[in-house]
């Protein structure tokens, strides 16, 4: 401190700024642009956005321990909805994005709130047997109801993908009990409607895609995949990785090649070899390669709630064998109990809340049949079930992103979807199911 104290009196003296109250002045613009600096680069940091509320970390203790919750609200206009974006994972964060394109696609004009849960993102913790008693989705949940409730929110929308909508969907029912303020709506991307039997049950469906996808790969690749033998220096398990990776993301209609991520990455990897990437191909290197590299060992945050509450047990390593995709390691939920299994029938909806389902038909991580059970048991309320064709695990956010203003609009105004589509990429097939 002493530091920056001389160095900003020996500037200010350098432009003749004599008088100490000025020069007090000139260290505060300092220091306040030197944050506003540091905020640029560090999104937690942005006062601008960034809010805190104390959260216990045990709720269901009056005298518990309490942290600093950060989550973003991004004001845009306030009179105009505020959408409430829960990420999936488990544990991955929204304020510093780790999607592929924004969550849900929501509309530019429209404010948000992003969240990052307990010990992830701008609310890290260091891992320890300690914070693992912490992480249940009963918590994150209570976390993020403080949030909005610090704020007073009103007018909004819950928004949830993947592992979201599980949370969306206890934070609906938790917002009831509490009577504060309903959401306009819940929309639901990617949905889970109850715990997987095991991991076999929820890997069959990456297989089962995988096994689809390899029948339309061009014979070289085919042959590649079967045998090993290319130019390429990667591995089995990254290959697998890239593979996992891609197929989740699926069709998605303005993609390069085909509609299809994985089939445009390939074509990429070939003209890679080949040493004849044009200056139009070059940007989309990083993210191929940061895709092609080994799964990771995940974290608590991930291994306590898809341990205790999704799957039972995990096993994050991934290869090929003979052209087919295989799970490999060890179980990562060893001594971790399955203890409060996921069913969206124990948190009916409020018959207010209306919720919209935008599912992949190739989705091979929350599958058709896990979604179209959340729809079939949310007895309650008013429900409209969107399956987009040929999308995988980002309808919404990728397949239907270029038309999205206007779906988001028609929920807002609680509209029944259809006209909506027209705008939608003409390869985007819709169907619905409505339930009253």
């Given at each position: 401190m002493e530091f920056?104290?001389?160095r900003v009196f020996k500037t200010a003296n350098t432009f003749g700024i004599e008088d100490p109250m000025n020069k007090v002045f000139a260290f505060i613009s300092v220091c306040f642009f030197a944050v506003l600096s540091l905020a640029q680069q560090n999104p937690c940091l942005d006062i601008k956005t960034i809010r805190t509320v104390k959260v216990p970390w045990d709720p269901t203790k009056p005298k518990s321990a309490t942290f600093d919750y950060r989550f973003k609200y991004e004001l845009v206009n306030p009179l105009s909805?505020?959408?409430?974006i829960l990420p999936g994972g488990p544990g991955q964060t929204s304020i510093v994005p780790t999607a592929q394109w924004p969550l849900g696609a929501v509309p530019a004009n429209y404010n948000k709130i992003y969240i990052d849960p307990r010990s992830q993102?701008?609310?890290y913790a260091i891992e320890s047997s300690v914070l693992a008693q912490y992480l249940k989705t009963e918590y994150v949940v209570n976390d993020i109801y403080l949030a909005l409730k610090s704020i007073d929110l009103k007018n909004y929308i819950i928004y949830g993908a993947s592992y979201g909508t599980i949370v969306a969907t206890q934070l609906a029912k938790k917002i009831e009990t509490e009577k504060f303020e309903l959401p306009m709506a819940l929309v639901l991307e990617g949905a889970v409607g109850k715990k997987f039997d095991n991991f076999d049950s929820y890997f069959y469906f990456f297989q089962y895609e995988w096994d689809n996808t390899f029948k339309q790969l061009p014979p070289?690749?085919?042959t590649y995949f079967q045998t090993?033998?290319?130019e390429s220096a990667f591995s089995k398990s990254q290959w697998a990785s890239l593979i996992s990776s891609d197929m989740i993301i699926g069709d998605v209609p303005e993609a390069p090649v085909n509609g299809n991520y994985l089939f445009f990455h390939l074509r990429l990897l070939e003209l890679y070899f080949a040493k004849k990437i044009t200056p139009k191909e070059q940007p989309y290197l990083p993210v191929l390669f940061s895709k092609l590299k080994d799964t990771q060992f995940p974290n608590l945050f991930f291994r306590m709630i898809g341990c205790g509450e999704i799957w039972g047990d995990w096993y994050y390593g991934?290869?090929?064998e003979n052209g087919r995709i295989v799970r490999t390691g060890k179980n990562v939920c060893e001594g971790i109990e399955y203890t409060n299994p996921y069913d969206a029938a124990k948190f009916q909806v409020s018959k207010n809340i209306p919720i919209y389902y935008f599912q992949g038909t190739n989705d091979p991580a929350t599958p058709l049949n896990t979604a179209l059970y959340h729809f079939a048991v949310q007895q309650k309320t008013n429900r409209q079930f969107f399956t987009v064709s040929n999308a995988a695990h980002a309808p919404l956010s990728g397949s239907l992103r270029k038309c999205a203003d206007g779906i988001w609009d028609s929920i807002y105004?609680?509209?029944t979807?259809?006209?909506e589509f027209a705008s939608c990429p003409r390869q985007t097939v819709i169907t619905s199911k409505k339930a009253n």
């Open positions: 920056v104290f001389s909805p505020t959408v409430v993102g701008c609310n070289r690749w085919k090993g033998k290319n991934r290869s090929l105004a609680q509209r979807l259809g006209r």
